[in-house]
């Protein structure tokens, strides 16, 4: 089994920025891949970023390109969402997830991730 706990989340005005942290326990770390996915109230959980064992390959959502980074620290059993220039649009709870299987294919299905965290909201005001 694998606990996955996520902080850092909380309320910013448009325009800052926030950055999550999501600390994983139970599996030797550098053998997941992992992702960010989110989900607003009355929407479907969509993917936004993931990354690869070595950290040495990553993906995002287009509308988060260029704002968002995913990174991981293999010493610390961490991956890390940094998130600069928030719009409201990007309000959501933030989950973590980790899969135990490659990082392709498959990398923004939810399915294919087998451990969530319990997620961290993230409110940007206008």
């Known amino acids: 089994q694998v606990q996955l706990v996520e902080s850092g989340g909380g309320l910013v005005q448009a325009g800052n920025s926030l950055r999550l942290s999501c600390a994983a326990s139970?599996?030797?770390?550098?053998?997941?891949?992992m992702g960010w996915f989110r989900q607003a109230p009355g929407k479907e959980r969509e993917f936004v970023a993931a990354?690869?064992?070595?950290?040495?390959?990553?993906r995002y959502r287009d509308s988060v390109k260029g704002r968002f980074a995913i990174s991981r620290d293999n010493a610390k059993n961490t991956v890390y969402l940094q998130m600069n220039s928030l719009k409201p649009e990007d309000t959501a709870a933030y989950y973590c997830?980790?899969?135990?299987?490659?990082?392709?294919?498959?990398?923004?299905?939810?399915?294919?991730?087998?451990?969530w965290g319990q997620g961290t909201q993230v409110t940007v005001s206008s």
């Open positions: 997830a980790a899969r135990t299987t490659s990082f392709y294919p498959g990398t923004s299905d939810p399915s294919k991730y087998d451990y």
């Open positions: 139970g599996r030797t770390f550098s053998s997941l891949a």
């Open positions: 990354i690869s064992r070595s950290g040495g390959s990553t």
